[in-house]
């Protein structure tokens, strides 16, 4: 298999094309319409992508908020390109060894999914041919661009797909690998470094959609499928190695069908809403009582091959209802799940006879709609994209899913979607610029981890963590104030990522040093940060106050002592019996009574020397 990345990192400079800020707002000021159509690219030539979504016929409600503007909605000609924005990319060119263009020229690419109210996303290409290290191999890095991200998808209704206006415009670099990576896990590792040495530039967004990445993937006979908008790290080895095993089970469904001489008929969809009158409960008869219609296909040669194979979750069935799913309907059926919808006997042989799918190899497919059209609409990207089975893996752009699987989106883009755009006038990068930015280059995340290792005698992981972060420079901060670089590590890279799935709480300055000076004069202990740090996250106005509220203040010496001997006292059997062995045990014991109002070592200690005291000769 090979694969490659599009990473695209959001920027944190003020929006590409206007005045307005890069941030996120659930104010809603203003409700617009639009309907998008497909047009020629630079060559005049329709792009597959932006006809397939043209042909969805959809309405688009786009909500302004306080951070849009005419520009956002399409009414207003774009300002001049943000400098600033343009500075980053040159920036990571220059840290990737590439070669910036002398000239930016901005480009239109044809988007009519409803993303952009123009129909088209404004990108630029910056850079090219650049390298990333990383563990050891080397990884081409063709291009580097800056594009405006796009508007936020909302719900669906009957009145058409919402989208908020406040993410387009936002800045994004973009960072494009070559197809040299082998494996899943391979490509995390790689996004993950690309994603370090964007944040090495401190001028990049945090939170989730802040980055995302696209995943080119190809299987050995197989084609190039884009998996687009990947946000989670951690599932890009599934997605990957996911859509790896999908291509080769499909790859052996086209090859039994070969084996089969398997076809698709041309022939009209029919109706057999009357075969299906009397079916009882379930969603086909549901249907027909409702007043809607079934109509069904023949795939000649493809029963067996619908349902999964053993032991994947991949199927063609699934396939050819996600085509189906693209046209607004949900109801399809094929003939190798039937049975389990109730569809035996006299009714499987007159649907099978009436569909002329009569052959021992013989599946058909059945869609149940409200309107006969509606029906004709899915059967026809069926059979599409089962004709497609019958040569191989289709190009195509999928949609991760939560679970770690994919399901297709549209056709894969081409080179027919691009245009100049005539209202950005190019731009030219001076070679002063790239001086000035070459004198002020961040260091590179591989330097970084190396001086806080050796500076500061972290971990590699503990250095990555705070990379990942992007608290590297509070790190030194805290430090530098007086506090132990090991727990200021256990704050940042641990205590505080844990304060939320999403996006981790962002704490002042000034109350970590608060809460790291109380810690270190012992009004709590150290084991107590977790909860202390979750206080302040859920709205503890202080220090004290979440410390209070963890149930962390009041014990002093006297009473930990106190708690340690009860503990031993009561445990004296297991002592007897297990000697020394009986430590670790009552330490567990104690360290829960104690729940984080006093440092483990000192609790340790006590302990011992209540066993000690119980040891000694003259004692009970």
Do not use: W
Not at 303 to 326: K, W
Not at 373 to 379: M, P
Not at 406 to 424: A, C, H, I, N, Q
Not at 445 to 469: F, G, H, M
């Amino acid at each position: 298999m090979r694969a490659g990345l599009e990473v695209h990192q959001q920027l944190a400079t003020g929006k590409l094309f206007c005045a307005c800020p890069s941030e996120l707002s659930e104010t809603v000021t203003r409700t617009v319409e639009r309907r998008l159509r497909a047009t020629g690219g630079e060559n005049h030539a329709i792009d597959p992508a932006a006809a397939f979504q043209a042909s969805r016929n959809l309405t688009y409600l786009y909500e302004a908020t306080p951070t849009s503007c005419l520009v956002e909605l399409d009414e207003e000609p774009p300002h001049p390109l943000n400098g600033e924005a343009l500075d980053v990319a040159l920036t990571m060119a220059l840290l990737l060894g590439a070669r910036p263009l002398d000239e930016v020229e901005v480009m239109r690419k044809i988007v009519v999914d409803g993303s952009n109210t123009s129909g088209f996303q404004r990108t630029a290409l910056v850079a090219v041919d650049g390298r990333l290290e990383v563990g050891g191999r080397s990884y081409s890095i063709p291009t580097i661009c800056l594009e405006e991200d796009a508007c936020r998808r909302g719900a669906e209704s009957k009145l058409g797909v919402h989208f908020r206006l406040d993410r387009l415009g936002i800045p994004l670099v973009e960072i494009a690998t070559g197809p040299e990576i082998q494996s899943g896990e391979e490509a995390r590792t790689v996004a993950e470094e690309i994603g370090l040495l964007l944040r090495a530039t401190r001028r990049v967004r945090r939170g989730i959609g802040s980055i995302r990445e696209d995943v080119n993937v190809s299987a050995e006979g197989g084609a190039r499928v884009e998996l687009k908008g990947v946000q989670e790290l951690r599932l890009v080895p599934q997605y990957v190695d996911g859509e790896v095993a999908r291509q080769r089970a499909l790859l052996e469904v086209r090859d039994e069908l070969s084996r089969r001489h398997a076809s698709v008929p041309n022939d009209a969809p029919t109706d057999v809403t009357e075969e299906l009158r009397g079916l009882g409960s379930g969603p086909l008869g549901d249907t027909v009582r409702r007043g809607g219609a079934v109509l069904g296909i023949a795939l000649l040669g493809f029963s067996g091959l619908l349902a999964p194979p053993g032991g994947t979750r991949e199927r063609l069935g699934r396939e050819l209802a996600d085509h189906a799913r693209t046209t607004g309907v949900r109801g399809l059926f094929h003939s190798d799940e039937i049975p389990s919808q109730g569809i035996e006997g006299g009714i499987n042989l007159a649907l099978r006879n009436r569909l002329r799918a009569t052959g021992p190899q013989d599946a058909f497919v059945l869609v149940a709609a409200p309107t006969p059209e509606e029906a004709n609409r899915a059967l026809a990207a069926i059979r599409a994209r089962a004709a497609q089975a019958l040569e191989g893996i289709p190009a195509e752009t999928r949609d991760p899913l939560p679970d770690g699987r994919t399901r297709f989106s549209r056709p894969l883009p081409g080179r027919d979607r691009m245009y100049p755009e005539t209202d950005v006038p190019p731009i030219a990068v001076s070679a002063e610029r790239l001086r000035t930015l070459r004198a002020h280059l961040p260091e590179r995340p591989s330097e970084t981890r190396a001086r806080l290792l050796a500076k500061y005698s972290l971990s590699e992981d503990v250095a990555r963590a705070l990379q990942k972060a992007a608290d590297v420079d509070r790190f030194e901060e805290l430090v530098a104030r007086g506090h132990t670089s090991a727990l200021v590590a256990q704050l940042l890279a641990r205590e505080i990522p844990a304060t939320g799935d999403d996006e981790p709480f962002d704490f002042p300055t000034e109350l970590l040093d608060e809460l790291l000076t109380a810690v270190e004069h012992g009004t709590f202990a150290k084991e107590g940060i977790g909860p202390v740090v979750a206080a302040l996250a859920a709205g503890a106005p202080t220090v004290a106050d979440a410390i209070a509220k963890s149930g962390l203040s009041g014990m002093d010496r006297t009473q930990l002592e106190s708690i340690a001997s009860a503990i031993v006292a009561k445990n004296e059997a297991l002592i007897a019996s297990r000697g020394e062995g009986a430590f670790s045990p009552l330490m567990g014991d104690l360290m829960r009574e104690v729940r984080g109002r006093r440092d483990g070592q000192e609790v340790a200690e006590v302990l011992r020397v209540a066993l000690a005291r119980r040891s000694a000769p003259g004692t009970t």
